[in-house]
């Protein structure tokens, strides 16, 4: 079992930064993909960003490369979202998600999810 929780959330200005971060509990958490999906109010949750047990090979939504990135620390079992030049659209829900996936954007291959932290970003 692998239990995760989000930090990081909070009001932002538009071009501005905030840094997320997954904390996990369980043993096999540094074998596992992770990956960051976001949900705006009323909208489906969509895939932002993802990387390998090794934190190799990040992966990104096309609306976030360059902007957003990904990295783990397997040593105190943290996965770190960086995100810069917010934009308005940005706001959403955003939760962290662990598992031995085959497709890192699907959320359907994710078996541990998080509660979610709100990221909020005014003009």
């Known amino acids: 079992q692998v239990q995760l929780v989000e930090s990081g959330g909070g009001l932002v200005q538009a071009g501005g930064s905030l840094r997320l971060s997954c904390a996990a509990s369980g043993r096999s958490f540094s074998s596992y993909t992770v990956g960051w999906f976001r949900q705006a109010p009323g909208k489906e949750r969509e895939f932002v960003a993802a990387?390998?047990?090794?934190?190799?090979?990040?992966y990104y939504a096309d609306s976030v490369k360059e902007r957003f990135t990904i990295s783990r620390d397997n040593a105190v079992n943290t996965v770190n979202l960086q995100m810069n030049s917010l934009k308005p659209e940005d706001t959403a829900v955003y939760s962290c998600?662990?598992?031995?996936?085959?497709?890192?954007?699907?959320?359907?291959?994710?078996?541990?999810w998080g509660q979610g932290t709100l990221v909020t970003v005014s003009l």
């Open positions: 990387i390998g047990w090794s934190g190799s090979s990040p």
């Open positions: 998600a662990a598992g031995w996936v085959v497709e890192k954007d699907s959320e359907a291959t994710y078996d541990y």
